[in-house]
């Protein structure tokens, strides 16, 4: 956002900003998503959306995740495994663990 570069003058963007907000206060903002009367599912725009369908969409990009993650960054040694119930943290302890023993 330097003057004289390849992008637009920061005044223009503000200028376009302005008249945005404005035309938003005197047209009303129109919803692109709403819920069924069930709260089961949502709309946007012209597409419905079920919760159980995001939800699987969300544990779909979850599982990816942890696939690249074994796959790119561990270099495909496996999956780690922690015991987090047994895992013991004190934020005022200095070493590592923050152990009581």
Not at 41 to 69: N, P, W
Not at 85 to 99: C, F, P, S
Request: with cysteine.
């Amino acid at each position: 956002m330097l003057e004289g570069c390849q992008s637009p003058p920061v005044g223009n963007m503000i200028s376009l900003m302005a008249y945005g907000k404005y035309v938003t206060k005197q047209l009303g903002r129109t919803g692109l998503i709403t819920w069924d009367s069930d709260g089961q599912g949502f709309q946007i725009k012209d597409k419905r959306v079920t919760m159980t369908g995001y939800k699987s969409m969300v544990h779909g990009i979850v599982l990816e995740a942890k696939e690249i993650m074994d796959r790119e960054l561990l270099f495909g040694a496996g999956r780690m495994t922690l015991d987090l119930a047994n895992m013991q943290d004190i934020i005022t302890e200095r070493r590592n663990g923050g152990g009581t023993e």
